[in-house]
């Protein structure tokens, strides 16, 4: 183990946070195998007990092939006093999350194989498990919570019979993938989703992860999670090139599209590029008649968490303007291990105009939620 | 243009007019291999010959050969009406995206040996780049070996797009020989070993293979960081070409974050990974990719943190600027010297 000391950042300790906050990326998690079985339609608990959720990779911890310490990534303090997994138990995640940090909505990503089992009927089957096992447990439990609706996305026809199946069910604002799709997001047969999910009004959410096809940096995989985690960076920019580049946003203009935990500073060098040899390269699109920047900042939305530690705190502010303020949402990520908490994650003081932003009102546009009653605006 | 008077320019491409010029290099086995198989042009397609990208107005010889095969033409745009007083010259043919590695090898030398004598020696000025069959290291080290006693190469030539991460030790042994000669490696855009262009597969237009080079480029870095290439080579230098740099920041803030939390795994970095980025690893100047508001750029040097990364080039022939110029923003005159020339000197031994 290296004997490097690292310095305490100078975090601002910025006490409580006054304002309402709308957490884009909590995780939730079934509670117990017994409990999947329980939501998931009785055709396919053979299939589930025999086969389970085959993905790409040979091994088959979660997570494969890159392991997380601490329980799968979760922070141990997050331990529920009930005894149930991290991450399970409704009524500790109220206590430890939404009461203390004042969060007016949450949105629920559920932490799970869905969408990355290579089986697409069986995916169908767990995702209308998770998807209702989510509704009857954890949205009836309490009206801050919202949730992406898990969908088996490799297979368009049965993704978009999942967010048709839920689309009377406002509080489902987001069809939920994982950054490594098996073709770049923008390709054609992911369209018939984006359809869907415009016509219901929700959002495409991009959550890091997913089992990988492919290694993350066009030259083969990385040896090292630090590395893999860092990459996530790397996998969202091929993401958004792939939406620009196959004119998504020109077919379907009121999709917007959020990369969950990501990052964020890497979106400005992207537009740059792109905006820079646009005059070169636009030859071979010739439906695209935006600049590259000018689509992004209109449908393309990023959350904070792993948020930025620049060297220098004022750096933070730059590099949020470089991006575009109104991109910017907030969140958690709770109970994962690098969890940001709204008090201590920004390096330096965010002037309050900026800071509503990024905290409530980005969101609240985003996902159309209205104030709450009680709730300071 | 005189405020490139004596400038390095540390990314310039030449091109083999026609493969047959490289035949006097080979072996007979070789030569008789080439011809058989109707002598198959190993000319890449990073950049599609006939797309604006692949050549500046001007650039293309009036014969029609390819950009950067002219010798007088590209002597004239590149050093004597700039005033540049040194190129660095790196040739892209394909040996090195082959898989036959005996073929590879035997193309690889055939161009070393053609830049040598054909650009290297008619002018000074010129400094070369040694390419490398790097499918087969042994044959990449005894290739080094065969072309580090000619001083006038000051560089060894891998690619973006490997088989493997570059940071892995398959490839130490190119950085062990590369070390002891005082070599840096430059990682060109360019490659393709099989892997998918992007994180998610293979890009559709090429428009997404030109704009996705950088996240190639950030894989990359991590991997040469992370697997301890610069604790075993401590002094190897690196140099990303074509690669953008305005990057950069949100890479080195987002590595050093994990490495505080993931650095069990990776305990020989005795350091935060961006202070061995800032030693080790350099880069060109083409293409900028910098943003249009002048302020944010200033802002992404200062990010950087230091004036000793960046090495002057234009990249010539690809066209990646207009009016604006090779250096399209302002920097303090120390800062300046140190990017058109002094960083390159501190960085390559020319002689």
């Known amino acids: 183990m290296s004997q490097v000391t690292l310095e305490r950042p100078r975090a601002a300790r910025h006490g409580k946070v006054q304002m309402p906050i709308v957490d884009g990326d909590l995780h939730h998690y079934f509670p117990s195998d017994d409990v999947i079985l329980k939501f998931l339609d009785p055709r396919w608990h053979d299939h589930h007990k025999k086969y389970g959720a085959r993905g790409y990779q040979p091994t088959k911890f979660p997570t494969s092939p890159y392991p997380r310490s601490a329980g799968g990534g979760r922070r141990r303090d997050a331990a529920p006093p009930s005894g149930l997994p991290i991450g399970s138990d409704v009524d500790f995640f109220i206590e430890q999350v939404i009461e203390p940090l004042n969060i007016e909505y949450g949105v629920l990503n559920l932490s799970s194989a869905a969408g990355t089992c290579l089986h697409s009927g069986y995916d169908a089957a767990f995702a209308r498990a998770a998807n209702t096992f989510t509704r009857d447990m954890w949205l009836n439990r309490d009206d801050r919570f919202r949730a992406s609706i898990c969908i088996p996305y490799e297979d368009a ?4 019979a999942e967010i048709e199946h839920w689309k009377e069910d406002r509080r489902f604002v987001q069809c939920y993938f994982r950054a490594r799709t098996a073709q770049p997001i923008g390709r054609k047969q992911y369209w018939p989703i984006f359809e869907a999910a415009e016509r219901s009004g929700i959002t495409i959410g991009m959550h890091l992860g997913g089992l990988s096809a492919f290694p993350i940096g066009g030259s083969g995989w990385p040896s090292y999670y630090v590395e893999d985690h860092t990459l996530n960076a790397v996998n969202l920019q091929s993401q958004v090139l792939s ?8 077919r379907f203009p009121k999709l917007k599209f959020v990369a ?3 990052g964020v500073s890497w979106l400005a060098p992207l537009m740059w590029r792109m905006d820079k040899q646009w005059k070169r390269l636009r030859s071979e699109m010739p439906n695209l008649t935006r600049l590259p920047s000018e689509v992004i900042r209109e449908h393309i939305r990023l959350t904070t968490q792993p948020m930025e530690e620049p060297h220098k705190p004022e750096q933070l502010l730059q590099a949020i303007e470089h991006v575009g303020e109104d991109a910017i949402m907030f969140s958690t990520d709770y109970p994962h291990w690098d969890f940001d908490n709204p008090e201590r994650a920004f390096q330096i003081e965010l002037p309050a105009p900026l800071k509503k932003k990024i905290l409530h009102e980005n969101a609240r546009k985003v996902w159309k939620l209205s104030p709450r009653s009680g709730s300071r605006a | 243009m005189s405020r490139f008077k004596g400038a390095i320019d540390c990314d310039v491409h030449i091109a083999v007019p026609a493969v047959q010029v490289l035949y006097r290099y080979l072996s007979p086995y070789w030569k008789q291999f080439m011809i058989d198989c109707n002598n198959p042009s190993l000319e890449p397609n990073y950049y599609p010959p006939k797309t604006d990208l692949a050549a500046r107005p001007g650039s293309r010889p009036a ?8 010798f007088d033409l590209l002597r004239k745009q590149v050093l004597d009406e700039p005033g540049a007083t040194g190129a660095i010259l790196s040739c892209l043919y394909g040996a090195q995206v082959v898989r036959n590695d005996g073929w590879a090898a035997a193309i690889s030398g055939a161009v070393n ?19 490398v069959p790097w499918q087969n290291i042994e044959m990449s080290v005894a290739e080094i070996e065969r072309c580090a006693s000619n001083k006038r190469f000051v560089q060894i030539l891998l690619l973006a797009r490997s088989e493997l991460p570059l940071g892995r030790p398959f490839f130490w042994p190119i950085y062990e020989a590369a070390q002891r000669h005082n070599l840096p490696i430059m990682v060109h855009a360019g490659g393709g070993m099989g892997n998918p262009n992007m994180s998610v597969g293979w890009n559709y237009y090429y428009a997404e293979d030109y704009l996705s080079v950088p996240q ?14 610069f604790n075993k080579f401590p002094s190897l230098k690196v140099v990303f070409a074509e690669s953008g740099f305005t990057w950069l920041p949100a890479l080195m803030w987002r590595l050093d974050k994990n490495w505080k939390g993931l650095r069990r795994e990776v305990p020989w970095l005795q350091r935060r990974p961006s202070d061995y980025i ?4 350099r880069f060109t100047l083409q293409p900028t990719d910098e943003p249009a508001n002048k302020r944010h750029m200033a802002e992404i040097l200062e990010q950087i943190g230091s004036d000793d990364l960046l090495l002057y080039s234009t990249d010539y022939p690809h066209w990646q600027y207009d009016e604006e110029g090779p250096l399209p923003f302002e920097l303090p005159a120390e800062a300046e010297a140190k990017i058109l020339r002094g960083n390159a000197e501190r960085t390559f031994t020319f002689s």
């Open chain 2, 63 to 70: 014969d029609g050969k390819l950009p950067g095969s002219d």
């Open chain 2, 216 to 229: 190639n480029f950030q894989a990359q870095l991590v991997s040469l960081v992370a697997e301890g290439v």
């Open chain 1, 243 to 250: 939406l620009i580049c196959e004119g998504v946003f020109d």
């Open chain 1, 260 to 262: 969950i935990e990501c």
């Open chain 2, 278 to 281: 800032k030693e080790h690893v």
């Open chain 1, 157 to 160: 026809d049965l993704a978009v």
């Open chain 2, 113 to 131: 040996d053609w830049m040598a004598d054909e650009w290297l020696a008619r002018d000074p000025r010129f400094y070369g780049s040694i390419m």
